[in-house]
């Protein structure tokens, strides 16, 4: 739709449990007040013009599930204790202007399914150690930001992961292959060493890898060809 309008006017329906107003031309902040929405448990805002922040009073909205916030103009950082929303299965707030550190308390998010801050180009520090422990976890998407570290030895199940653009470095664990479900993967424009790990031919289900633009070495694994799923490859630049 194109509904225009300021959200402020939303922020004092106290008995909402969905608010889904995504793709349109609104305006305005979301509100402290937020956290007078006792029940919210899907928060749908997404491609809009929303300015401002992420306040951190909604972590007092602790039936919260999904947070949906990609597509605006917000800033600032993620609240420090946003781990506390337990029962979160998704959060999205990528190409905005977001900074900062990913909290480590959002490791405490064991129903969590999809995390993307992708393309917020001021994400910075490195991957909380815990993430991957969370076993729920299929998305992992924070391409196109400022961050480093290495990625996490211990890994979980995710179908999709994306650190593409950022300053990471170390080698791709061989851990990494444990990840059976593992459809999509995108490493590349960072600053990776070594080889890639012979035995990512174990990825079966693979179609797309991407590991251009970074500083590996060695030989192609053997038997690549494996991958019969696979239907973009991109190896260059390293």
Not at 117 to 139: A, E, H
Not at 147 to 152: E, F, N, Q, V
Not at 176 to 181: D, F, K, L, Q, Y
């Amino acid at each position: 739709n194109k509904l225009e309008g300021n959200i402020d006017i939303i922020m004092s329906l106290v008995n909402l449990q969905e608010m889904s107003l995504h793709t349109n031309m609104l305006t305005g902040y979301i509100s402290c007040n937020i956290s007078n929405i006792a029940n919210l448990k899907y928060m749908y805002l997404a491609n809009n013009f929303l300015s401002g922040t992420l306040p951190s009073t909604i972590v007092a909205l602790t039936l919260l599930e999904r947070i949906l916030v990609q597509y605006n103009q917000l800033e600032g950082s993620l609240a420090q204790d946003i781990g506390n929303l337990s029962k979160m299965k998704l959060i999205s707030f990528g190409h905005q202007m977001f900074t900062g550190s990913l909290p480590e308390s959002i490791v405490k998010m064991k129903n969590l399914t999809t995390l993307a801050g992708n393309n917020n180009n001021g994400m910075v520090g490195s991957l909380p150690g815990g993430l991957m422990d969370i076993y729920s976890l299929s998305l992992v998407d924070f391409g196109g930001n400022r961050m480093t570290g290495t990625i996490p030895g211990n890994i979980g199940q995710l179908s999709y992961l994306s650190l593409v653009s950022n300053g990471m470095t170390g080698t791709i664990p061989l851990v990494i292959t444990n990840m059976t479900s593992l459809i999509h993967i995108n490493l590349g424009r960072n600053f990776f060493t070594g080889t890639i790990p012979s035995n990512i031919t174990l990825l079966t289900r693979l179609v797309a890898l991407s590991v251009h633009d970074n500083n590996l070495t060695g030989t192609l694994p053997y038997n690549l060809g494996a991958l019969t799923y696979l239907t973009r490859l991109y190896l260059y630049m390293n």
